[in-house]
């Protein structure tokens, strides 16, 4: 599999379904991993209903790619995004020299605005998004989707100044 | 030949599992969570674990601890996607003797299994 150079980009969650819109439209297929540890909030991937079956078939060899996710297909996209998100976020958490605990990641199958709706971190009241647009390319298919990392505002906080302790101990080592 | 128990959540990751095992000899038996987990090692004494760290309930790193309270000298390698370094030193301290990342192939589940079991263990 192959990525593009990814687009990122943050936005406040009021602005978040037209950020999204320019990579997915209508119903979406999205694997949600809640986070926590000093930073904590909502790690999601998101496809869009073609893009999911298309991903799911290309990794199944299983012929042809169908909207029905079926549980095998399922499976399939959750344990895709259980893999990409901890990928993500893990290297996050050593840059950062922060840790995070995961919990078990959950995949839903339902239209854009609706899940945006859905979106709940807590106790910390949703504040902005951080959006990781990539092009994945896998034999010759491209999927077009998106990570996204959705804050409340006390980890917003906490996560800029993590990242500018990580900058500023990048520069002093070089 | 080795009897080992599988300990996921996921029963995609528990087949693929399953099969590199299977395919190298080995006797396996599941467990979908921690708690079922700790039943299974009690009545049956493999002679590895394969553990995930993400699971509800219970997480790995718990059921390491448990499993490690009830056989001092428990063998268990993590298997997991949670790249996180300080996961992977906290199985090392709660005595996993490897550390194999998701997702899963022949070579490093085989490598890690094979290392444990002699007594040496190996880590991604």
């Known amino acids: 599999m192959e990525l593009t150079v990814p687009e990122v980009s943050a936005h406040p969650i009021a602005n978040l379904l037209p950020a999204l819109g320019r990579f997915v439209h209508g119903d979406v297929a999205t694997v ?42 399922r499976e399939v996209l959750g344990e895709v995004g259980n893999i990409l998100l901890n990928a993500c976020l893990g290297v996050f958490g050593d840059l950062l020299q ?19 709706d859905s979106l709940v971190i807590g106790r910390d ?16 298919s491209e999927v077009t989707g998106c990570l996204v990392l959705v804050l409340g505002f006390t980890s917003l906080d906490r996560f800029l100044r993590e990242i500018e302790n990580w900058a500023a101990r990048a520069t002093t080592q070089s | 030949m080795a009897k080992i128990l599988i300990v996921d959540d996921s029963s995609l990751s528990r087949r693929i599992s399953r099969r590199i095992l299977e395919e190298a000899g080995h006797s396996v038996r599941e467990a979908a969570d921690g708690l079922s987990a700790l039943e299974q090692y009690a009545t049956d004494r493999p002679d590895m ?53 998701k997702p899963l192939t022949s070579k490093a589940v085989l490598l890690a299994v094979d290392a444990a079991l002699a007594g040496q263990g190996a880590t991604q």
């Open chain 1, 32 to 73: 949600h991993q809640i986070f926590g540890g000093p930073i904590s909030g909502d790690a999601f991937l998101l496809l869009d209903i073609d893009g999911a079956a298309r991903l799911v078939d290309l990794l199944t060899d299983a012929g042809a790619p169908t909207k029905q996710m079926g549980a095998s297909a």
């Open chain 1, 98 to 116: 922060i840790r995070f605990t995961f919990a078990v990641p959950r995949l839903h199958l339902e239209a854009l605005g609706s899940m945006l």
């Open chain 1, 125 to 140: 009241e949703l504040s902005h998004a951080l959006v990781v647009g990539t092009l994945f390319r896998v034999r010759a």
């Open chain 2, 49 to 101: 674990v394969l553990l995930d760290v993400t699971m509800t309930e219970m997480n790995g790193l718990e059921v390491l601890e448990q499993l490690r309270m009830m056989d001092s000298t428990a063998c268990v390698v993590m298997a997991t996607a949670d790249v996180q370094t300080s996961t992977k030193t906290l199985s090392e301290a709660g005595g996993a003797v490897g550390f194999v990342l």
